[in-house]
């Protein structure tokens, strides 16, 4: 099946800092990434839908000047937290989705990222 | 705003028992209803159900989608405590076809 990747796996940065994730599609082209943010215990909440070569789109209370999305190639999203806060800690994880493959536009997750700001 | 609602919240069994999770959904645009098994990482995918009344099947699971009603159920027979996981279903709308995940079910089986 398709492999989607994100680096880091774990991160722990100094509030007021800005992290970097990356998430790959390994062997497809993804169009189209969205990255998710899950607090403990609770479900995976979109945050922003990527759309490669054009702005992302953010959801309703998820701030754009905050987490800053770029999908610059077919295999590649990044989302940067800038500023971060003890606030922002979470399990970030991004998912891509298989346009080419057929209809079924079935969408691969990544492994995730933990992110820790203290 | 679209929705989706699972139950139970969380649900405690013994090896062998037979579990049914369910997951209702009010969506504009409905496109399909997937399932996945959230372990420590990332979700892993199980079922996308797209049609109503037809059953998918993979070994012990299988699910079902009434489309009519709104609703789904993942069932889980001879449960096994390699089963224990947050099992999440989550509904595909839109023209960019994005997921709106429900809370989860906590599963645990008992040895």
């Known amino acids: 099946g398709a492999v989607v990747s994100q680096h880091p796996s774990r991160v722990i940065c100094k509030s007021g800092t800005s992290v970097k994730i990356e998430c790959r599609s390994l062997d497809f082209q993804a169009t189209t990434m969205f990255w998710y943010r899950q607090f403990p215990k609770q479900s995976l909440m979109l945050m922003a839908t990527s759309n490669e070569g054009s702005k992302a789109t953010y959801e309703q209370g998820v701030e754009k000047d905050k987490f800053l999305i770029n999908h610059a190639s077919l295999t590649l999203s990044t989302l940067t937290v800038t500023s971060a806060h003890p606030e922002d800690s979470s399990f970030y994880i991004c998912?891509?989705?298989?346009?080419?493959?057929?209809?079924?536009?079935?969408?691969?997750f990544g492994p995730g990222t933990r992110l820790t700001v203290t | 705003e679209d929705k989706v609602v699972q139950s139970p919240l969380s649900l405690v069994v013994h090896e062998g028992d037979t579990v049914t999770l369910n997951c209702s959904y009010e969506v504009t645009n409905f496109r399909s209803l997937l399932w996945y098994k959230q372990e420590k990482k990332a979700p892993t995918f199980l079922f996308m159900l797209t049609s109503s009344g037809i059953e998918k099947k993979s070994g012990r699971l299988s699910s079902i989608l009434d489309k009519k009603e709104l609703f789904s159920i993942l069932n889980i027979t001879a449960t096994q405590t390699g089963d224990s996981a947050v099992y999440l279903c989550a509904v595909e709308a839109g023209s960019a076809r994005q997921l709106t995940f429900g809370s989860g079910t906590q599963l645990t089986v008992l040895p």
């Open positions: 998912s891509a989705r298989d346009e080419v493959a057929g209809s079924s536009y079935e969408q691969y």
